[in-house]
């Protein structure tokens, strides 16, 4: 039995497609990531299977793709970060180099962001590390410092444009800069600053739109989760640069490095409204005719119990809309005695929680916070024990 345990419910909006609209849109509303979070997802290497098929009105069966690896992704809350003043959180991503035939990572933290043109990443932060270069130089003290700081990203390229539906495409190149010294003796090199600037291009086309059928946590296939499939390119080109100039092609040489060399994969994303993540990624590397690796979330395969619904509670709200400091009515599926209700934004981040007593009954009254302005709100409705038993939106005026 496949276990993986993710934290996602807090933030998973149940939205329901209306009977007979074949099209699937993606609004902001519907990628709800909170600040903090923690992501899971099984991983299968090597799977044999090939991409997917492109169009309208595809059933895509993943149901016996077989075992994965759990693989966990933690965010952390950005949105107080002085130097990515736009971002809302970053996860763990290292930068794995190659230098004279061996490999090793630079520590680096990835920045993401959401506004109302789309989800994109914004920049990274880097913890200092020393790498040794004698066994390439021979030198006893040669090695290169990589500093610790952070890089925006210089241009943008949203991960996904709202709102977005078949056929929409669009491509966009940013870069950053990796920071270091370097000492190499025998190159009369001594804590000379240097950097590698990384060139991204990426394009993203909306090639199918229809359900997807996942392995739930049991081995059991979930319903049929209604989807847009996006398919992408990305291609990463360095160019080194050594005391303020292109690096001299005799240290290149000597390090095993290529200026302008390309590396990049091909990928296949499924995106479903009110999942604020991706529910499959295939992928292979540039120029690969197959997928070598599928990362997928069982969580959202145990929620699909339909062709058109996800089985996260509803909770509706009387009034709606509501003034702020007014009293609203919250209706669940379910049985309470207390817990809290927690007012979020579009882009899930907490601006107020509220706590509730209903005695054991389906529905409580909670006041709506002065703080909040005027728009559209996400309320998550948790028990006692911590557990999200409704979820709705209230417009607030």
């Known amino acids: 039995m496949r276990q993986a345990i993710l934290h996602l419910s807090t933030f998973l909006i149940l939205l329901y497609a ?15 990531r909170p600040a903090s979070f ?12 090939p991409f997917p098929e492109e169009g309208a009105n595809i059933l895509w069966d993943y149901s016996t793709i077989g075992e994965g690896v759990l693989e966990t992704t933690v965010y952390t809350d950005a949105t107080d970060d002085p130097d990515f003043t736009d971002a809302l ?22 920045y993401e962001a959401i506004d109302a043109d789309g989800w994109y990443r914004t920049g990274r932060s880097y913890e200092g590390l020393t790498i040794p270069l004698t066994p390439v130089s021979g030198g006893a003290n040669d090695r290169i410092d990589y500093l ?36 190499v003796v025998g190159f009369g090199l001594n804590q000379t600053p240097a950097f590698t600037r990384t060139t991204v291009t990426e394009e993203r086309e909306v090639v199918g739109y229809g359900s997807i059928i996942l392995p739930r946590s049991d081995g059991e296939p979930s319903g049929e989760i209604e989807v847009l499939l996006v398919k992408g390119t990305l291609t990463q080109m360095d160019s080194f640069f050594l005391g303020g100039s292109i690096a001299p092609q005799a240290i290149l040489d000597a390090f095993g490095l290529e200026q302008g060399l390309t590396r990049g994969r091909n990928f296949y994303n499924f995106y479903a409204p009110g999942i604020s993540s991706s529910v499959l990624l295939s992928e292979s590397p540039l120029g690969g005719g197959a997928t070598n690796r599928i990362a997928y979330s069982p969580q959202v395969a145990d929620m699909a119990t339909s062709t058109r619904t996800l089985s996260v509670p509803v909770a509706k709200s009387f009034p709606n809309p509501a003034a702020t400091a007014s009293s609203i009515k919250i209706v669940l599926e379910q049985f309470t005695s207390s817990g809290q209700v927690r007012f979020t934004d579009l882009q899930g981040r907490v601006l107020q929680t509220v706590d509730y007593t209903s005695n054991g009954s389906n529905s409580l009254e909670v006041e709506v916070p002065a703080s909040l302005s005027n728009g559209m709100f996400v309320y998550q409705v948790f028990d006692e024990d911590n557990i999200l038993i409704g979820v709705g939106k209230l417009q607030v005026f």
């Open 38 to 49: 923690i992501d899971s997802s099984l991983v299968i290497t090597d799977p044999g299977t």
């Open 148 to 183: 610790s700081g952070k890089s925006d990203y210089v241009g943008r390229m949203n991960i996904i444009e709202f709102p977005m539906t078949y056929q929409d495409q669009w491509e966009a190149s940013y870069y950053y800069d990796l920071n270091y010294e370097v000492t």
């Open 89 to 110: 959180n970053y996860f763990s991503s290292n930068i794995r180099l190659a230098i004279g035939g061996f490999t090793f990572d630079v520590p680096s933290n990835l």
């Open 18 to 32: 209306l009977p007979g609209v074949s099209q699937v849109t993606i609004t902001q509303s519907d990628i709800l």
